[in-house]
């Protein structure tokens, strides 16, 4: 069936160092994933995305990495800072679903100072 | 830039009463999209619209009615509220460029309890 789960619920890091937070996929038809970032009480914040035709793409100290053969995505934070704080959700939008993204369940990454 | 906003952003109602959350968006996106948020459940998609007077339903569909007379509105009704529709509510909105879906960008969510 069509989801995207998360391998780990929650992740906890030390300031500075760097977090990958995983996320995989069933639907080979997917072809647009985005991460997003939600604070508590706030509603989810676009950190970054990718095509299906990229493997690799970077933005300010975050990098997604998409391997299409296992169907997984992850987020890399580079020196991840207490601001970082928050529930990660990775989803994917299947191409001929009209715009419709499928979430994963999040995973809570907490930054320890 | 005002982007998307939502109102209420908490609304505590009966149950059987009607409730109408309003969603507006200020970049003339084609796509709105209604979710819900529960604990344990994530993310679940309620009704979507690809445009003015479009809507189709989403994963959880039952007991909500959507409209869309206008590009940049989407209010979402309770018909008869229900305690297990008590949940965060959450709006957001995407273009479709290019033969390509873009990125939905959300509200900051409309917090509903319901007696």
């Known amino acids: 069936g069509e989801s995207v789960g998360l391998h780990l619920p929650t992740l906890s890091v030390q300031e500075g160092d760097n977090s990958i937070i995983n996320c995989a996929y069933s639907n080979s038809a997917s072809d647009y994933f985005i991460w997003y970032k939600q604070e508590s009480g706030k509603g989810p914040q676009f950190i970054i995305d990718?095509?299906?035709?990229?493997d690799k793409r970077q933005g300010q100290r975050v990098t997604v990495l998409l391997n299409k053969t296992v169907k997984h995505l992850s987020l890399q934070i580079a020196a991840t800072q207490p601001g970082d704080s928050a529930v990660y959700f990775c989803a994917e939008n299947i191409g001929n679903q009209g715009g419709k993204l499928i979430f994963g369940q999040g995973t809570e990454l907490s930054v320890k100072p | 830039d005002a982007g998307i906003t939502q109102s209420p952003r908490y609304k505590i109602t009966e149950t059987g009463r009607q409730v109408t959350l309003m969603c507006h968006q200020t970049?003339?996106?084609?796509?709105m999209f209604w979710y819900r948020q529960d604990l344990g459940h994530g993310l679940r998609l309620i009704y979507y619209?690809?445009?003015?007077?479009?809507?189709d339903k989403g994963e959880v569909p039952d007991g909500y009615v959507v409209s869309r007379s206008k590009t940049e509105n989407f209010p979402l009704t309770l018909e008869s509220a229900t305690r297990s529709q008590t949940s965060v509510y959450f709006c957001?909105?995407?273009?479709?460029?290019?033969?390509?879906?873009?990125?939905?960008?959300f509200g900051p969510g409309t917090r509903l309890l319901v007696l």
């Open positions: 990718i095509r299906s035709n990229m």
């Open positions: 970049w003339s996106h084609s796509y």
């Open positions: 957001a909105s995407s273009e479709f460029l290019a033969g390509a879906q873009e990125t939905q960008y």
């Open positions: 619209s690809a445009a003015a007077d479009i809507t």
